[in-house]
């Protein structure tokens, strides 16, 4: 199974909806997918709403153990968060997250959506994750946390050596504004290795669909049409990032 952790210490990037996504995505592709909520605040397990439930992420970091998850090709399972997930550095979390996550089985993929702060929950998914991936939005209190996403990773990978930094993903991209074309601009110079060359806009379609809880290809307007086929494009980048192209 490839875990995938989306990630960043700044809210309201759209870390919610880049995970949601993908494990529709997957899901569409014939993929099994365990959906992981760290986020205290219940934004995937409230867009996941329609999945069925595998556990609770509450339960593994108290205990360390995951739950025990069977899947069908194409399902989506949640493990869905509590308003008691605590944020923490306390070393013992972090050792239970790592070992929870490390034993979770069952499916081709899990994605594991995370708060915005890097607290030992999230660590501790990291140091039992295949990749990592960072939305960020394109204004300048968001970029500020650019550099705390590189250090994380740089202090995980020291530990947990085979993670691999897939980037950082432009993220509720507002094309229309000159300020956030050039700041786009201005990323892609400074961290040319690390940007993404795809970006998710910022469409009342991605709103809709973590609202109903699903694919944004099933939102029936123009600007679902728009998003589904922006995210496609990103969605087919990924697979290949990860190994899973044609």
């Known amino acids: 199974?490839?875990?995938?952790?989306?990630?960043?210490?700044?809210?309201?990037?759209?870390k919610t909806t880049v995970a949601s996504q993908l494990a529709f995505h997957l899901a569409e592709a014939g993929h099994s997918v365990i959906a992981v909520d760290l986020d205290g605040q219940k934004n995937l397990t409230s867009v996941m709403h329609g999945q069925?439930?595998?556990?609770?992420?509450?339960?593994?970091?108290?205990?360390g153990e995951a739950p025990s998850i069977e899947l069908q090709p194409g399902e989506i399972v949640l493990v869905e968060s509590s308003d008691e997930l605590p944020v923490s550095t306390d070393d013992a979390i972090l050792q239970r997250s790592a070992q929870a996550i490390a034993e979770l089985d069952g499916a081709d993929f899990c994605i594991i959506d995370t708060p915005p702060t890097f607290s030992a929950t999230v660590y501790g998914a990291l140091l039992s994750a295949d990749f990592m991936i960072s939305p960020i939005e394109l204004k300048k209190f968001s970029l500020d946390g650019i550099e705390a996403v590189l250090k994380a990773f740089v202090q995980v990978q020291e530990i947990n050596e085979h993670?691999?930094?897939l980037g950082l993903l432009p993220s509720r991209f507002d094309a229309v504004k000159q300020s956030e074309r050039d700041t786009l601009q201005m990323v892609a110079e400074s961290y040319a290795n690390l940007i993404i060359p795809h970006a998710i806009r910022n469409r009342i379609a991605y709103e809709a669909a973590s609202a109903e809880g699903?694919?944004?290809r099933e939102v029936a307007t123009a600007s679902g049409k728009e998003a589904a086929a922006e995210f496609k494009a990103f969605f087919q980048w990924f697979m290949t990032a990860i190994g899973e192209g044609n």
């Open 1 to 14: 199974m490839k875990k995938i952790v989306v990630v960043n210490n700044k809210g309201g990037v759209g």
């Open 214 to 216: 699903m694919h944004v």
């Open 163 to 165: 993670i691999q930094f």
């Open 52 to 63: 069925r439930i595998g556990g609770q992420t509450l339960h593994m970091i108290e205990t």
